[in-house]
């Protein structure tokens, strides 16, 4: 219901703003009132948001990290190593068994769990 009264404010304002003669803007008031009204229903919005659903969220590190190292767009970190065709292999199988990169790049034995390791840091990726 927000966005559809803050819609409706939009409207309200773009039109008054078009019906405006230099400074002489008769509109101005609704203007100024449609504004205000928008700027306070977002910000109810936010805050009630912020506690009905943000607050108390913690986050998940351990499933996070897992997410992390399991993602299959990291294989092109791998590219310089293995190739483009042995890691896109890897993606593949990864993808196929629902294994992690480690895990198929070792079955495949494209790479030793030591090289993969040395070379394969997701969180140095940013």
Do not use: W
């Not at 108390?56 to 294989?75: C, D, F, P, Q, Y």
């Amino acid at each position: 219901m927000i966005a559809v009264q803050v819609m409706g404010n939009d409207a309200t304002i773009g039109m008054a703003a078009s019906q405006g003669n230099f400074q002489l803007n008769v509109f101005l008031p609704v203007t100024a009132y449609n504004f205000l009204q928008s700027a306070k229903l977002l910000t109810d919005g936010i805050l009630s948001f912020e506690q009905r659903c943000v607050s108390g969220i913690t986050a998940n590190k351990e499933k996070m990290s897992e997410n992390l190292h399991r993602s299959l767009m990291l294989v092109t970190s791998l590219n310089p190593y293995i190739g483009y065709d042995n890691a896109a292999k890897v993606a593949k199988k990864a993808h196929k068994e629902n294994l992690s990169l480690k895990e198929a790049c070792l079955e495949l034995g494209f790479m030793s769990e030591e090289d993969f390791d040395k070379v394969f840091h997701p969180e140095e990726l940013v």
